[in-house]
């Protein structure tokens, strides 16, 4: 690894020395942390981090190298750029392909290694997340403002595309295995799936269940061009979530055809938001493996990922609907339920990988919505 200097600059003056590692080239973006132990190929590949410098709270990353595409979340690293304490050279795993630091070269993302990421990650959580830049060899770039850019529209796929039952599923983390029986029941069902930055274990959950899945663009209209569905699922996604208007016009649409609908992460806020709700940018937002989430009904905790820096404003809920989970550590919302209709939404993921897996079940209870 070339020994340059490099220097993370936040919006507020702060300056921390380091090392470049990764690509050589100076970014900018919006730093955030995430205090997950394990897993940062993962944490890398998904879109939801699309526009963020992203820092790891854990010390050592790297150690286990970069294992072939079937265990990322998405077709490349999605990350601004990233910010480690210390980046291992010399990975030993059995599925490693390559070092993390070749992985980011070949990406063109740059990192800065060697800072102090506890320091940075305690002024993050008392300023809150702000704006910062990567600068290598005094190569000076603007703050760029990623929330003020449709960074769905960035993310998500051009075109439709169908994964069937039959689809081979080579990814390690499908869990649960549905016996033959649930198979061909589930596969008469069709699900639209708004991929508006979409991890790729949503679509894995889905189809191992049985269910075919029609993976849609952020603006496609399935009402609109006559797709027939049985469920809606809206995805995960970067940025802020007003951006993506043809998104909630879409689901809008299902929900006055009264269409069995399920929003995860971006989706919670999306599905709030077209429902006539509200939403709000968190301090800091919630980026990790573990956060306590309370159901409000059976008062349950669920350990959870999560991967959000906005959330559902609980002071203007959505006519209808009512609070479902919410944050043991801050009381914000974690997930909707309409008090009728088949309408349902949380802001962790249930598909999570790594991680928990806690709430793997509301894929199944998505399921039975569908089929009632």
Same mark, same amino acid.
């Given at each position: 690894?070339?020994?340059?200097?490099?220097?993370?600059?936040?919006?507020?003056?702060?300056?921390?020395?380091?090392?470049?590692?990764?690509?050589?080239?100076?970014? +900018?973006?919006?730093?955030?942390?995430?205090?997950?132990?394990?897993?940062?190929?993962?944490?890398?590949?998904?879109? @939801?981090? +699309?526009?963020?410098?992203?820092?790891?709270?854990?010390?050592?990353?790297?150690?286990?190298?970069?294992?072939?595409?079937?265990?990322?979340?998405?077709?490349?690293?999605?990350?601004?750029?990233?910010?480690?304490?210390?980046?291992?050279?010399?990975?030993?795993?059995?599925?490693?392909?390559?070092?993390?630091?070749?992985?980011?070269?070949?990406?063109?993302?740059? &990192?800065?290694?060697?800072?102090? $990421?506890?320091?940075?990650?305690?002024?993050?959580?008392?300023?809150?997340?702000?704006?910062?830049?990567?600068?290598?060899?005094?190569?000076?770039?603007?703050?760029?403002?990623?929330?003020?850019?449709?960074?769905?529209?960035?993310?998500?796929?051009?075109?439709?595309?169908?994964? @069937?039952?039959?689809?081979?599923?080579?990814?390690?983390?499908?869990?649960?295995?549905?016996?033959?029986?649930?198979?061909?029941?589930? @596969? !008469?069902?069709?699900?639209?799936?708004?991929?508006?930055?979409?991890?790729?274990?949503?679509? !894995?959950?889905?189809?191992s269940r049985g269910l075919t899945v029609y993976e849609l663009p952020w603006n496609f209209d399935p009402f609109e061009n006559r797709l027939k569905i049985d469920g809606l699922v809206i995805s995960n996604g970067p940025?802020?979530?007003?951006? &993506?208007?043809?998104?909630?016009?879409?689901?809008?649409? +299902?929900?006055?055809?009264?269409?069995?609908?399920?929003?995860?992460?971006?989706?919670?806020?999306?599905?709030?938001?077209?429902?006539?709700?509200?939403?709000?940018?968190?301090?800091?937002?919630?980026? +990790?493996?573990?956060?306590? $989430?309370?159901?409000?009904?059976?008062?349950?905790?669920?350990?959870?990922?999560?991967?959000?820096?906005?959330?559902?404003?609980?002071?203007?809920?959505?006519?209808?609907?009512?609070?479902?989970?919410?944050?043991?550590?801050?009381? #914000?919302?974690?997930?909707?339920?309409?008090?009728?209709?088949?309408?349902?939404?949380?802001?962790?993921?249930?598909?999570? #990988?790594?991680?928990?897996?806690? #709430?793997?079940?509301?894929?199944?209870?998505f399921i039975t919505r569908i089929l009632r």
């Amino acid at each position: 690894m070339v020994n340059k200097k490099a220097l993370l600059i936040l919006e507020d003056g702060s300056v921390f020395e380091g090392t470049a590692a990764g690509f050589q080239k100076s970014e +900018a973006g919006e730093v955030v942390f995430a205090t997950g132990m394990v897993g940062y190929e993962q944490s890398l590949t998904d879109p @939801s981090y +699309a526009g963020q410098i992203l820092t790891f709270t854990y010390p050592l990353i790297g150690n286990w190298g970069v294992p072939q595409e079937d265990y990322w979340e998405s077709e490349k690293i999605q990350v601004a750029g990233v910010v480690i304490s210390d980046l291992c050279e010399k990975p030993n795993h059995h599925l490693s392909q390559k070092t993390l630091n070749d992985w980011l070269i070949e990406q063109k993302i740059p &990192a800065i290694v060697g800072i102090d $990421t506890r320091h940075l990650t305690q002024k993050l959580r008392q300023k809150g997340v702000m704006l910062g830049k990567i600068v290598i060899d005094d190569n000076d770039v603007d703050f760029t403002d990623p929330n003020i850019r449709n960074l769905v529209a960035e993310v998500s796929p051009n075109s439709m595309k169908v994964h @069937s039952p039959e689809s081979r599923i080579t990814n390690h983390e499908v869990r649960k295995i549905h016996n033959s029986k649930s198979i061909i029941q589930n @596969s !008469r069902v069709g699900i639209g799936l708004l991929n508006c930055g979409a991890k790729r274990n949503i679509i !894995r959950s889905l189809v191992s269940r049985g269910l075919t899945v029609y993976e849609l663009p952020w603006n496609f209209d399935p009402f609109e061009n006559r797709l027939k569905i049985d469920g809606l699922v809206i995805s995960n996604g970067p940025g802020n979530p007003k951006m &993506a208007k043809e998104s909630i016009a879409i689901i809008k649409k +299902a929900m006055n055809q009264k269409v069995p609908t399920f929003g995860i992460c971006l989706g919670n806020q999306l599905l709030a938001l077209a429902a006539g709700g509200d939403t709000y940018k968190l301090k800091f937002g919630h980026r +990790a493996q573990n956060q306590p $989430t309370i159901d409000a009904n059976t008062k349950r905790c669920y350990i959870t990922t999560q991967n959000h820096g906005y959330t559902v404003d609980e002071k203007k809920l959505p006519s209808g609907f009512k609070r479902w989970f919410y944050n043991a550590n801050d009381n #914000t919302n974690e997930g909707l339920i309409h008090k009728n209709l088949p309408f349902f939404s949380v802001q962790f993921h249930p598909e999570a #990988t790594p991680g928990p897996t806690d #709430t793997d079940w509301l894929f199944d209870y998505f399921i039975t919505r569908i089929l009632r």
